[in-house]
């Protein structure tokens, strides 16, 4: 994959991920996300990118994945607080926790290991010493 490409698709997985808003619709946008993922991971270990790339272009798929790392998942559904008294709230609060959670959680696993692939993929020779 192109390095310019990858701005263009983090935006559409991203958007695919922060608009899901059922276990229906959240399984479907993180199989996308890893899709994209693995592309990205691809890239880093066929690709000689640290002498192939810019260094903007390397700032930037560091960004994208941090991004991934740190905003991953709907932060209104982790943040919901069931009325109590309410038994469709908290059953879509056990939802949240037993499934989207989860989820969200492994993906961001995911993309931790990518980066560390990236930080110590050619790059180590370039950057760090």
């Known amino acids: 994959m192109k390095p310019q490409e990858f701005g263009?698709?983090?935006v559409l997985v991203s958007r695919q991920l922060a608009w899901a808003e059922s276990p229906s619709k959240w399984e479907p946008a993180v199989k996308s996300m890893y899709r994209f993922l693995d592309k990205i991971e691809k890239s880093i270990?066929?690709?000689k990118i640290d002498k192939t790339w810019s260094d903007l272009e390397l700032a930037r798929l560091f960004a994208i994945l941090l991004t991934i790392l740190a905003?991953?998942?709907?932060y209104r559904h982790e943040s919901f607080v069931p009325n109590p008294e309410k038994d469709?709230?908290?059953k879509k609060r056990k939802v949240i926790d037993n499934e989207m959670i989860p989820m969200m959680a492994q993906l961001r696993r995911r993309?931790?290991?990518i980066i560390i692939t990236?930080?110590?993929?050619?790059?180590?020779?370039?950057?760090?010493g």
């Open 45 to 47: 270990v066929s690709q």
């Open 111 to 113: 993309t931790a290991e």
């Open 118 to 128: 990236f930080l110590f993929s050619g790059l180590k020779k370039s950057y760090i």
């Open 88 to 90: 469709e709230e908290l």
């Open 71 to 74: 905003e991953t998942g709907q």
């Open 8 to 10: 263009k698709q983090f």
